[in-house]
């Protein structure tokens, strides 16, 4: 049951993760080697891009499994998203200054995309946190 407390476009932009995720990770669980070579990597670990893969799948999934829940689960979600993204831009940020890996460009694309995900996140835990008062004033 749809919660009226959290915004349709916000719903929406959890399907959009849920197809973001899925869009890396299955290439990543079914061919780690083949992948990030393809897009610069110099060594690839397997059972590391996998375990990306694996992230990916859980917090993915979980977009699209409750993108109906309430305001209180979203909430939830919203944090460990927050928390995933920003500590992924920091991983890789330290990665790409220390020049791991050859410093792949496409790395600039992932952090820019987590970053912009990170910022989402944040606008809508703040929003759902502080509801305007057009919605107060309904309930």
Known sequence: MKDAAVPAPL????VVHFLVDMLFAVPLMLAPVYTLRLVGWEQVDPITARLVAAALFGI???SFLGRNAGGESYRGMLDLKIIWS???VLGMLVSMLQGAQ???PIVWGLISLFLA???LWVYWRVRLANPAPAAQERE
């Not at 719903?11 to 959890?14: C, G, I, P």
């Open 11 to 14: 719903r929406n932009w959890f």
């Open 60 to 62: 993915g999934i979980e």
């Open 86 to 88: 920003l500590a992924a």
């Open 102 to 104: 050859g410093s792949p």
């Open 117 to 119: 995900f990170n910022l």
